[in-house]
């Protein structure tokens, strides 16, 4: 099937392009699975992971590539069947639903594959998942303040704010209909 592609798989680099491919699969399939609802932390920082995994790929003959020694290559061959492992269990956990244990195993899935992109092109400064983490969170929380900047509200001050809110609504409206009618009356009355 490679071949057909024109993939040359004798090529020492073609880890690069496996490597690569299957992470931005299942970096997309974890993206829809998260989509329909506000992503956690956790979730937006997998992704985002992921992606600085993935940004500017380099092709297999890249200048910035560098060729392997058997050590190098026997280390890429265990690194990408430590992925194909974690994927194998990724597609489980979607079938069951399993969003959690999905997103560690995309971070686990990604922990290999940067490996793999650090032998090929060890120039190439890829953050590790804690440093993402860390920078993560602190939008997370810095987004959700933004939602309900009051940290210890409870259910009492919830629905006085939504009374308020209500209330507000009402005026707002009302006043909208007197303008109306005003503007109406005006209207008709030069006819």
């Not at 040359?8 to 989509?35: C, G, H, M, T, W």
Request: glycine share 4%; with cysteine; hydrophobic share 35%.
């Amino acid at each position: 099937m490679a071949q057909d592609r024109g993939i040359d798989i004798s090529n020492p680099r073609i880890a690069l392009k496996i490597a690569s491919e299957r992470l931005a699969i299942v970096r997309y399939v974890f993206l829809v699975q998260v989509e329909d609802g506000i992503a956690t932390a956790d979730q937006r920082a997998s992704l985002e992971y992921a992606d600085a995994a993935l940004v500017g790929w380099p092709e297999m003959d890249a200048d910035d590539v560098v060729d392997l020694d058997e050590d190098g290559k026997k280390t890429v061959a265990e690194r990408l069947s430590a992925m194909e492992r974690y994927i194998v269990e990724f597609s489980k956990q979607e079938a069951e639903g399993g969003i959690d244990a999905m997103n560690d195993l995309l971070v686990r899935a990604t922990e290999c594959v940067a490996s793999v992109r650090r032998l090929y092109q060890p120039d190439f400064p890829i953050p590790t998942f804690a440093e993402i983490r860390r920078v993560v969170q602190d939008e997370y929380d810095e987004d959700m303040g933004k939602i309900d900047p009051s940290e210890h509200a409870t259910v009492e001050d919830i629905e006085e704010q939504t009374e308020q809110a209500d209330e507000k609504r009402e005026e707002t409206d009302a006043d909208k209909s007197q303008n109306n009618d005003k503007t109406n009356h005006k209207g008709h009355g030069k006819a």
